[in-house]
């Protein structure tokens, strides 16, 4: 099917819709968009982008902020891991994200039926959600309100820190004649004072070693020793703090893993859902009606084709009628119909809206494409021997319920025999149905 998508060049078509995604996934999952072969499910898409269309033309663009792709941390987490701050700080905005993205809906003031399993389907976890945002703020830093025991620990930090900085102030205050410069240096982390060789007996302290020069000891003061043990033994302290309170967050949202999991797969449905409902609103498509073997496209656009140069076309192939024959001049537009309404129908049994004012698009059970030259150095096949290894290929596998597109049907070789083998073909396809 994956060749057929590019001969069709729905894969361009797919990147357009995609750029329109609020996020990874999303983009993901209409890149991998495939038809649907199942009447049943292809319905069911179908109304889901009629009405997403009608809600974005109505409503405007529901909003995704907030929700990115946290399949990792939501994996870990089931596994027992502990996930650092910045992953909690995720999965708390994933949360948020798809908590509004659901009040946003409900706080329409119409209904969208076809749309409502979706939203439904998003289970909120108000206590976990209520845990994180109390433990991490929106910027992912752990908040003093994470514990009683972080808050105390923070506070001797802060107590310390404002320790040193007033007795080091103090200290240069009153030994600007025995420093080489009236600064505080950082030597290894630490803070010292730069003092002259011959003064290191004057001072209370510990030297922690020499300029590059040598002209110039680092020098610590016992009090500033004794307070700078003290901050990094608070540092430590808050440092293990906050690997509990990861532990214990990490473990909720393990235990919640496997519901936001499913979360994340609705918000990747609905992002994909809406980026091609935006696409088909921006672009004044509609979602065809589908049929059971009628094919009625009202003024079709390429969506490849610019808008302003882009003739509309209408294409019908209506029963009893199962055939079209395209002849004319080259460069007259064959291929381009060919491929118009072959990519129609696949744009809808993949749950695209297509560009038309209007359309009806029969059920089918595969799409065989030779559209192309697809000549194969690696296999040694010569243009004319490809094509007949591709018609090949469809007359054993297509049934009356399948769509054949075959542009240039015996060409690539002598006119006359390239005539018989197209009436042959033609004749094989005509009594399959």
């Not at 357009?16 to 609020?22: I, N, P, Q």
């Not at 870990?76 to 994200?97: P, Q, T």
């Not at 802060?158 to 420093?179: E, P, V, Y």
């Not at 491929?339 to 059970?365: C, Q, Y």
Request: net charge negative.
């Amino acid at each position: 099917m994956s060749d057929v998508k590019t001969r069709l060049e729905l894969d361009k078509i797919l990147e357009r819709v995609a750029s329109k995604a609020a996020f990874s996934l999303g983009k993901e999952r209409v890149l991998n968009s495939e038809p649907s072969f199942s009447r049943l499910i292809v319905e069911r898409e179908l109304k889901r982008m009629r009405d997403a269309m009608q809600l974005v033309t109505e409503q405007g663009v529901l909003t995704f902020g907030g929700i990115t792709d946290v399949s990792h941390p939501l994996d870990r987490s089931g596994k027992g891991a502990i996930l650092s701050v910045e992953e909690i700080a995720d999965v708390g905005r994933f949360i948020h994200g798809f908590m509004r993205l659901k009040k946003q809906y409900s706080n329409l003031d119409k209904t969208y039926e076809a749309l409502d399993d979706l939203f439904e389907s998003l289970v909120e976890t108000p206590r976990l959600v209520q845990n994180i945002s109390k433990a991490i703020g929106e910027s992912g830093t752990v908040l003093d309100s994470a514990s009683e025991n972080l808050r105390e620990i923070r506070q001797q930090i802060s107590r310390t820190r404002h320790q040193i900085d007033r007795q080091t102030q103090s200290f240069l205050s009153k030994n600007k004649g025995t420093l080489v410069e009236d600064v505080v240096t950082l030597f290894h982390g630490r803070q010292a004072f730069l003092i002259k060789p011959g003064d290191k007996n004057k001072l209370e302290g510990t030297i922690l070693g020499q300029s590059g020069s040598g002209q110039s000891l680092y020098f610590e003061p016992a009090f500033l020793s004794r307070l700078q043990n003290e901050y990094q033994s608070f540092l430590h302290q808050e440092s293990e703090e906050i690997e509990k309170i990861c532990m214990i967050l990490s473990r909720e949202i393990g235990s919640e893993s496997t519901q936001l999991r499913a979360n994340l797969e609705t918000c990747a449905i609905l992002d994909a859902l809406f980026s091609k409902a935006l696409w088909g609103v921006q672009n004044e498509g509609v979602v065809a009606e589908v049929t059971q073997d009628e094919l009625h496209i009202v003024n079709a656009r390429h969506p490849l084709i610019d808008k302003n140069e882009v003739i509309p076309n209408t294409y019908s192939l209506i029963p009893p009628h199962k055939m079209v024959l395209i002849s004319g001049p080259n460069t007259g537009g064959k291929s381009v119909t060919l491929k118009t309404m072959g990519l129609f129908v696949l744009m809808t049994l993949s749950g695209l809206p297509i560009l038309a004012d209007e359309a009806r698009v029969m059920m089918v059970d595969q799409i065989f494409v030779d559209i192309g030259d697809q000549q194969s150095i690696e296999k040694s096949l010569s243009s004319f021997s490809a094509h007949l290894e591709t018609i090949s290929h469809v007359i054993e596998h297509a049934t009356s319920k399948s769509l054949v597109l075959l542009d240039e049907l015996g060409s690539q070789t002598d006119p006359l025999e390239g005539e018989s083998l197209s009436m042959a073909v033609l004749d094989h396809f005509r009594e399959v149905g």
